[in-house]
């Protein structure tokens, strides 16, 4: 029992922390991307600034101006944006072994996909996320990312075939999660393996009085172009396991791919704004048919459903599946192990309350294959359909 409870609260420790350095990680780089953007040459700057920029918030006025290479003089103190970064990674990763590797059976293996002991899908995640990184770094080191639009091509196919992938092998949720803390890692990996040694280099070259390589810095701005448009999707992959229809639906590796063109789309209509540049306004109907399209996939409903039962199934039915396959870990005192109570809250344990959670039913193991959890208490293709033609009737 102790276990578990420590585990509740370590998860909630680590998301706390994970979201907020995230938050503070994301904030001060979208707010370097716009500003940057809006930097404005004007006669008169002092020699190596590239623009200016005037800004108002909290009570006073900033006047920002950007030095390309380096000023004349280093100052004496300079503030370095890295730890939102690697705090993000490394809460990120203690949050993923304590939800999904420790609860591997639930979280990451769906039996009914492929039938993998917790420490083989252990491994495989963990094995996947590293080779993942290293061939991307590959990629951009072998000089390839220079070629823009092929790159972003590639990456984005490559991308889509791991989401597939990892669908075929983990559970929806799992696999979800993988992807993300693939894309997570590789974002984190840029900050600490590129752009922050490359500009410590620049930083020691000039405090030297050597012109730095310009190589460094283009390297540096190449990797944070990627981060620019790899934000939005990672946020939607991340927060994805509260959404059964996303991840535990036939078409989620398609939706996935579909989240991974929209993120960057809708990116560039900021970036478009921040230049100044009018709108692209077009970006919101690609966004709302996207959208759309995600809407349309995630009804298909889970992998294993068989053609719905033709009659409408009686309650007996309903509260049978129910009670075999969910109520040992959904009731007030569930007889799960490791499970000490309803888990969030939901009682599955008495025709009441079967029938009061009538929709959530629905979306998480009807329309979808969620719960339950890993497929441990292996429903099949038909019950859920059983409980499918019990909802819609509701
Ligand atoms: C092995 C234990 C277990 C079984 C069996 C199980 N669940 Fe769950 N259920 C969980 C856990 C754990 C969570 C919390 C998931 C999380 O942390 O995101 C959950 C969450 C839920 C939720 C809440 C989702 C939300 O909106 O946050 C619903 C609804 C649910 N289960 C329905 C079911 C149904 C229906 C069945 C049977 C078909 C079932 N569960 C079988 C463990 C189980």
Not at 28 to 45: H, N, Q, T, V
Not at 175 to 194: D, E, K, L, S, Y
Request: charged letters at 15%; aromatic letters at 12%; a positive charge.
């Amino acid at each position: 029992m102790w276990a578990s409870i420590i585990s509740e609260w370590l998860s909630l420790i680590f998301r706390w922390l994970h979201v907020i350095a995230a938050v503070a990680w994301i904030g001060s780089s979208f707010y370097f991307i716009a500003l940057d953007l809006s930097l404005k040459p004007r006669e008169g700057l002092p020699k190596g600034v590239m623009g200016e920029a005037w800004q108002v918030h909290g009570g006073g006025f900033y006047h920002i101006v950007k030095y390309l290479v380096a000023p004349a003089q280093m100052p004496s103190e300079l503030t370095w944006f890295k730890w939102e970064a690697y705090t993000t990674w490394l809460s990120g990763f203690v949050l993923m072994i304590v939800v999904y590797y420790l609860n591997a059976d639930l979280f990451l293996v769906d039996k009914s996909i492929l039938d993998l002991t917790p420490i083989q899908a252990g491994l495989f995640s963990f094995g996947s996320l590293a080779l993942a990184w290293l061939l991307y770094e590959a990629a951009c080191r072998s000089g390839l990312a220079k070629h823009e639009l092929p790159f972003a091509i590639g990456g984005y196919v490559f991308l889509v075939a791991l989401t597939y992938a990892f669908t075929h092998v983990l559970s929806g949720r799992g696999a979800f999660n993988q992807i993300g803390a693939i894309i997570g890692t590789i974002m984190v990996a840029n900050v600490f393996a590129v752009i922050i040694p490359n500009q410590k280099k620049i930083v020691a070259a000039l405090l030297a009085g050597q012109a730095p390589d310009p190589r460094l810095g283009k390297a540096g701005k190449e990797r944070s172009v990627h981060n620019n448009y790899l934000t939005l999707p990672v946020v939607v992959l991340m927060i994805s396991n509260h959404y059964p229809l996303l991840f535990g639906t036939r078409y989620n590796w398609a939706i996935v791919a579909i989240v991974l063109a929209l993120g960057p789309v809708i990116r560039h209509f900021f970036n478009e704004r921040h230049k100044g540049n009018p709108s692209p306004w077009w970006v919101w109907g690609v966004a709302a048919a996207g959208m759309i399209a995600i809407l349309l996939l995630s009804a298909a409903g889970p992998r294993d459903t068989r053609t719905a039962a033709t009659a409408r199934p009686s309650f007996a039915q309903v509260e049978e599946i129910v009670t075999s396959r969910c109520s040992m870990c959904h009731a007030a005192e569930p007889v799960w192990d490791g499970i000490v109570a309803a888990p969030k809250g939901v009682l599955l344990d008495n025709a009441d309350n079967i029938q009061r959670n009538a929709r959530l039913i629905a979306r998480n193991a009807a329309w979808s294959s969620a719960m339950p959890p890993g497929n441990i208490t292996e429903i099949t293709g038909e019950e859920r359909a059983v409980l499918a033609a019990w909802a819609g009737a509701q």
